[in-house]
């Protein structure tokens, strides 16, 4: 992990959240890119894309844009920009609704390749259908969203030739990001997650990318899962969210 890392993952992000608009609105406010997808989707909200600011006038703009689209102005911030953000939130209001780790790896030191099959999903219909099963009920629209999304590589891991997870990664800026990762039920504790992540590894590699990442739940299997991958933890995702 170089000293960097957090910095470049922030404006990454914050980039390749734009995708996401792209069928329903996007929109910039000085470093915050805000989307606003489609109704009650996960993904509407704003990424803080690092210094400068953001201004009272950024998120008098951005909070105009999620009280036009029906949404609570939610904004995710890496905490290297904690200290500056932070205090100019609370003072309008947000208050701290989830914390997500962030790891990194660098791509010059790879695992082995899986042993596990794991292959692209061309159909990105079926690939949502997967993930969902995985997730569980209520997620079949978010990850429709998620394999449309420009730029997606959607992987499926297969045990005993059977679709046992899937998972996905994108580039931007020579960032290479992982997510949508999910194991159906029945196939949990099968090294489904090792796999995915490995062949990511390698993919996003041959993409071109000399870094990944990955945000996880604290203390979850999933963090365990990306420790033994050889991830690092660089940091912490702050999501803040203001009513009305």
């Known amino acids: 992990m170089t000293p960097d890392s957090l910095p470049r993952l922030a404006r990454a992000e914050a980039a390749a959240h734009a995708r ?16 606003h997808a489609g109704p009650d989707l996960a993904v509407n909200a704003a990424w803080h894309g690092g210094t400068p600011g953001p201004t009272e006038a950024d998120l008098d703009g951005f909070e105009a844009f999620s009280a036009e689209h029906g949404q609570p102005a939610k904004l995710h911030v890496l905490s290297h920009t904690a200290p500056a953000v932070v205090p100019l939130l609370r003072a309008r209001g947000y208050a701290l609704a989830s914390v997500l780790h962030a790891y ?15 292959r692209e999903e061309p159909d990105a219909d079926l690939w949502a259908d997967l993930s969902a099963r995985g997730f569980g009920p209520g997620t079949g629209a978010i990850m429709r969203l998620v394999a449309h999304a420009p730029g997606a590589v959607r992987l499926v891991a297969e045990v005993d030739g059977e679709p046992a997870g899937t998972a996905a990664l994108s580039v931007t800026q020579g960032v290479a990001a992982f997510y949508g990762t999910s194991t159906r039920p029945e196939f949990r504790g099968r090294g489904v997650q090792t796999a995915l992540l490995a062949a990511r590894l390698h993919l996003a590699a041959e993409a071109g990318a000399d870094l990944a990442s990955v945000f996880v739940t604290p203390g979850s299997g999933s963090e365990r ?4 991958a050889g991830f690092r933890v660089a940091g912490v995702r702050l999501t803040f969210t203001r009513a009305g």
């Open 20 to 35: 996401y608009g792209e069928s329903g609105a996007v929109a910039h406010f000085g470093p915050l890119v805000a989307v």
């Open 104 to 118: 990194t790896h660098g791509l010059t030191d790879l695992p082995p390749l899986p042993a596990l099959t794991v």
């Open 225 to 228: 899962n990306v420790r033994r």
